[in-house]
Structure formats: structure tokens, C-alpha cells
């Protein structure tokens, strides 16, 4: 694998530029146009990503032959308006409801699936939550603020079915991975009281490699298909609504993540801390892009105990 390069000295978000320097035109912060394209793919420095990905199939697989679960579950009209739920395993609670931990996928808004993640649950059902990962619409059938939109009507679903599956509408908390980071940093920033639900309704997220700045974004190769408007770059940005952020962020990134995957999470830190809003950050050395998502799904790993902690409970 390939060792990736120091990241920009600048941890500033906003600080576009077009520079000419001795590495040529700057594109953004420290970065030539090639340099940037490079930054935001993240097979450019993973040689395993293909063997990573087809574990997720294997392990989802194997996840839902062991545990009980409700697959493919309608939360709306649409094809892909579907929602898998694994209940928290009898026993592991002594409450009358678990808390209910919602996780969305990654794949760069356009490939993979909610059946891609499943692998993911037993950390959380073994330890007393229901895991809950909806499915939904991909690029380009979807541009990102519809899919945006079909996830808060998911998780609308969610906090008014929680019961049916044994869990607390109350305690619902919310992560991804990657693209899936991304839409959980906005959907932590939605002002959920416009959509007639209780401004609290997500208790915590974790965001995991992610993206929380689309203006950089834009700016590299995919906005080849990233198609976005100047004011949806702006709402598709969680770093400029910190002032909709009401539960505690815990972000994670390994040291071996591209360069803009390990500055997006320190600016997105660095400025929730200036705004007092509850964050931290976990590093994990030598992990790359794909391997972060296999990280909470360790016994004892840091991840995992943080992860925990967020739904208050421990392994």
C-alpha cells in the first residue's frame, strides 16, 4: 500500500485558492488540480480496496444468517425506499427498549448498498442496540440533495416505527462511512422541527472518513458526477450548519486515508470546537479508507467502545 503524502499545512476549510507556485498552479489550499483529483481517490492509494469490499459482502452475509432480523423493509414508496433492522439480542438489555443505532453506507453516493453493511451490526446488537441501515437512491438515478431528502424521511420512518422492533424513538443515533459520513454530517444538521419531529431527534453521530466540506470537493474530478449547484454545495456542506448541531460528533480517520480525508475531519473538529459543540476524534494508525468501517466491529477496539458510549452502553 501506498504511504500517503503529509496533508496541507492549512486545516482551513474556506480557504480556496488559484495560486501559481513552483508545483504549479494551486487549486485549492497546497494542492495542483492532479494533486487534489488524487486526494479524493481513494483506490489511487489503496492496492486491497477490491478484496476489502468483497469481505464487507462476505461478513454482511454471514451477519445476516446468525442474526435475527427484518430484511428489506418498506420506510417509503420508492424501489429503493427499503431498510433492513436487526433488533438488540434478547437479554442485553434490561430496559424496555434499546436505543437504535441508524447507519448509512458509503460508496462514493454510487455504488454499494445497505446489504453491504450488515457486518456491521452485531457490534451494536450483541452489545443492546437495534441496528437499523437504510437503503437509498444512488447517483445518477439520485443527485445528493434528493438523496438527502429520501434519508430524513427514512429516519422520520424510523423514529416513528422504533417500537415495532423494540426500539426507543428517543434514542436514535445515527453514523456512516465515506459518502455515508458525508449524509450523516448533513442530516445532523437538519432542522428537524420544520419536519414536525422533536429538534433532538438524533442523540449522537459518528462520522467516519467522511467529507463535511463540499467545496473542495467540487473543485476535484468528481465533480464529474457530482453535479451540484453553487447554493447545494453550500446546504450539502455539514461544516457551515454547525448552528443545527445539537448531539455530541465523535469523527474517526486512519493515518493511512488520503490527505483530504484526514484534513476534512480536523477542519470539521477544529471548527466545531470553536462553535462549543461536542466533539471528538479518534486516529487510527495505519488504517486505510477501506479498512475504517471494520474498525468498530473489533471487540475492544477503541471504535468500538466509543461507539458504544454514544448509544450509552459497552461491550
Known amino acids: 500500500m501506498t504511504a500517503p503524502n503529509t496533508p496541507p499545512n492549512s486545516s482551513n476549510a474556506s480557504n480556496l485558492s488559484t495560486t501559481a507556485g513552483s508545483g504549479g498552479i494551486k487549486v485549492y489550499l497546497d494542492y495542483t488540480q492532479a494533486e487534489l483529483d488524487r486526494a479524493y481517490d481513494q483506490r489511487a492509494w489503496v492496492s486491497n480496496a477490491d478484496e476489502i469490499i468483497r469481505w464487507y459482502a462476505d461478513e454482511s452475509a454471514a451477519a445476516r444468517a446468525e442474526l435475527k432480523h427484518r430484511f428489506d423493509v418498506l420506510y417509503g414508496p420508492g424501489d429503493s425506499d427499503t431498510i433492513d433492522i436487526f433488533p438488540a439480542a434478547s437479554g442485553t438489555t434490561g430496559a424496555a427498549l434499546s436505543p437504535v443505532h441508524v447507519h448509512l453506507h458509503g460508496g462514493s453516493w454510487r455504488f454499494l448498498s445497505k446489504n453491504d453493511v450488515s457486518f456491521v451490526a452485531p457490534t451494536f446488537v450483541n452489545s443492546g442496540a437495534a441496528f437499523v441501515s437504510p437503503n437509498f437512491s444512488l447517483i445518477p438515478r439520485a443527485r445528493i440533495p434528493d438523496i438527502v431528502a429520501q434519508l430524513r424521511r427514512a429516519l422520520a420512518w424510523v423514529y416513528a416505527n422504533a417500537a415495532s422492533f423494540g426500539g426507543d424513538r428517543d434514542k436514535i443515533h445515527l453514523s456512516g462511512h465515506s459518502s455515508g459520513a458525508h449524509l450523516a454530517g448533513v442530516l445532523l444538521t437538519t432542522d428537524w422541527k420544520s419536519m414536525g419531529l422533536p429538534e433532538n431527534l438524533l442523540k449522537s453521530g459518528l462520522l467516519m472518513s467522511g467529507m463535511y466540506d463540499m467545496r473542495p470537493v467540487m473543485l476535484s474530478a468528481r465533480s464529474d458526477y457530482v453535479k451540484l449547484s453553487p447554493a447545494e454545495v453550500l446546504d450539502m456542506s455539514a461544516i457551515l450548519h454547525l448552528d443545527h448541531i445539537n448531539a455530541p460528533i465523535l469523527l474517526a480517520y486512519g493515518t493511512a ?25 479518534i486516529v487510527v494508525e495505519g488504517v486505510n479508507h477501506f479498512e475504517m468501517l471494520r474498525e468498530p466491529c473489533k471487540p475492544g477496539s477503541p471504535l468500538a467502545r466509543a461507539a458504544l458510549a454514544l448509544c450509552g452502553l459497552k461491550l
Not at 269 to 274: G, H, P, S
Open 257 to 281: 486515508e488520503t490527505p483530504e480525508f484526514q484534513r476534512q475531519p480536523r477542519a470539521f473538529e477544529a471548527a466545531l470546537r470553536a462553535a462549543g459543540k461536542s466533539v471528538e476524534t
